[in-house]
T-cell receptor, first 114, second 119 residues
């Protein structure tokens, strides 16, 4: 079945460092891809999305490109801030029968130190 | 705009006890979801409602879990009896509609969750 694999954390970086969180997926069709973020004590929030191959999603300085040839959707940011500390989830959605399905990866904890 | 409200925030029970979680979705949102997030794993869909009706409950352990959504608004998820492996965060999410496949995931709003510990 469809699935999402993302790098394990925690990822610990110093402020202004470059961030990459790897995400790969397995899908039989043409899913949409997402990155969600969960700040401490808060609910999941959509960070960015890409709905077809070669699309680049971006938001708040984060970027991810939908790479069909490598089945990847890696999250990047050029200069992280302490406020970026959170858990990041890669996810895919597809239409499964009568309903849409949303499948999440296991999450990657990012800790940014001043 | 008020977000998805969930209560309680935390719950600690002993195994074999019962527990219930409550969710109030964003006003006007027709679709409501319950997800289970076990520590170290991504959220997993338990049940999806469209208004009052169940759209998908294929991953709901029906021998112990039940959910209802009365009047197409608030929803309650119940576990009876609880097991140790039910320890998790239970997330409620809502969306305004269920259009084509491509939009899904970008119009989903999550609550802060209820953290359940079963001892």
């Amino acid at each position: 079945g469809d699935s999402v694999t993302q790098m394990e954390g925690p990822v610990t970086l110093s402020e202004e460092a470059f961030l990459t969180i790897n995400c790969t997926y397995t899908a039989t069709g043409y899913p949409s891809l997402f990155w969600y973020v969960q700040y401490p004590g808060e609910g999941l929030q959509l960070l960015l999305k890409a709905t077809k191959a070669d699309d680049k999603g971006s938001n708040k300085g984060f970027e991810a490109t939908y790479r069909k040839e490598t089945t990847s959707f890696h999250l990047e940011k050029g200069s992280v801030q302490v406020s970026d500390s959170a858990v990041y989830f890669c996810a895919l959605s597809y239409y499964g029968g009568a309903t849409n399905k949303l499948i999440f990866g296991t999450g990657t904890l990012l800790a940014v130190q001043p | 705009e008020a977000g998805v409200a969930q209560s309680p925030r935390y719950k600690i029970i002993e195994k074999r006890q019962s527990v219930a979680f409550w969710c109030n979705p964003i006003s006007g949102h027709a679709t409501l979801y319950w997800y289970q997030q076990i520590l170290g794993q991504g959220p997993k869909l338990l049940i999806q409602f469209q208004n009052n009706g169940v759209v998908d409950d294929s991953q709901l352990p029906k021998d112990r879990f039940s959910a209802e959504r009365l009047k197409g608004v608030d929803s309650t998820l119940k576990i009876q009896p609880a097991k140790l492996e039910d320890s998790a965060v239970y997330l409620c999410a809502s969306s305004a509609d269920q259009g084509g496949a491509r939009w899904f995931g970008e119009k989903l709003f999550f609550g802060s969750g209820t953290q359940l510990s079963v001892l």
